[in-house]
């Protein structure tokens, strides 16, 4: 079992609709990042996190320490969303950074 | 200010072969993290350095190796390449700081737009 998963693996949605991409770990962590790649680009950071909640834009992550969660929210989604999302801890432990295998967002226009 | 700069954005190598990666991070940053990104096995952890020290070591056999200087560029090296080498990889700098024992993560991973390797 992977210390990170993610959930769904892919996501096909119409724009304008509300997404939620879910990130699970098995680690105690310092640190939980949230990345976006665009298909054949760079990797953007969007979020880091040790508690609590962010927004920016229509983009929101959460994170709940106890139950070892996170979300990325995406509100009125947009074509331009369309990318993989990619959730990665800083493992407390020994400080290695592990990433989930991503989500695969698609929003239809 | 400058994002991160990776050098070169492609090679291709032959089997047996070494490869050096430069990775020069965002001014005044002073952790360079290293990654390999390949479609069977997504974004694996590489190493980490912290003002010219390795601070961590994912799990990647002692033919990848890296080193950073003074003014907290990095570069990393392969050698004896395998077929299973190519992939892309990835270098990101960020803000860390330490506190008696601890460290702080003042700032995301600021990613360079990577160096895609390919081992014939």
């Known amino acids: 079992k992977n210390e990170v998963e993610q959930s769904p693996q892919n996501l096909t949605a119409q724009e304008g609709e509300f997404i939620t991409i879910n990130c699970s770990y098995s680690v105690g962590i310092s640190a939980l990042h949230w990345l976006q790649q665009h298909p054949g680009g760079g990797i953007v950071s969007l979020f880091m996190l040790s508690s609590g909640k962010k927004k920016h834009g229509r983009l929101i992550a959460t994170i709940n320490i106890q139950e070892k969660h996170s979300s990325l929210h995406i509100t009125a989604s947009h074509p331009r969303d369309s990318a993989v999302y990619i959730c990665?801890?800083?493992?407390?432990?020994?400080?290695?950074?592990?990433f989930g295998k991503g989500t695969r967002l698609h929003i239809l226009p | 200010k400058a994002g991160v700069t990776q050098t070169p954005r492609y090679l291709i190598k032959t089997r047996g072969q070494q490869v050096t990666l430069s990775c020069s991070p965002i001014?005044?940053?002073?952790?360079v993290s290293w990654y390999q990104q390949t479609p069977g096995q997504g974004l694996q952890f590489l190493f980490e350095y912290f003002s010219e020290t390795q601070r961590n070591k994912g799990n990647f056999p002692g033919r990848f190796s890296g080193r950073q200087f003074s003014n907290s560029r990095s570069e990393m090296n392969v050698s004896t390449l395998e077929l299973g080498d190519s992939a892309l990889y990835l270098c990101?700098?960020?803000?860390?700081?330490?506190?008696?024992?601890?460290?702080?993560?003042?700032?995301?991973?600021?990613f360079g737009n990577g160096t895609r390797l390919t081992v014939t």
């Open positions: 001014s005044g940053h002073r952790s």
């Open positions: 990101a700098s960020s803000l860390i700081g330490q506190q008696a024992d601890s460290w702080i993560y003042n700032s995301p991973l600021h």
């Open positions: 990665a801890v800083r493992s407390y432990r020994d400080d290695k950074i592990i």
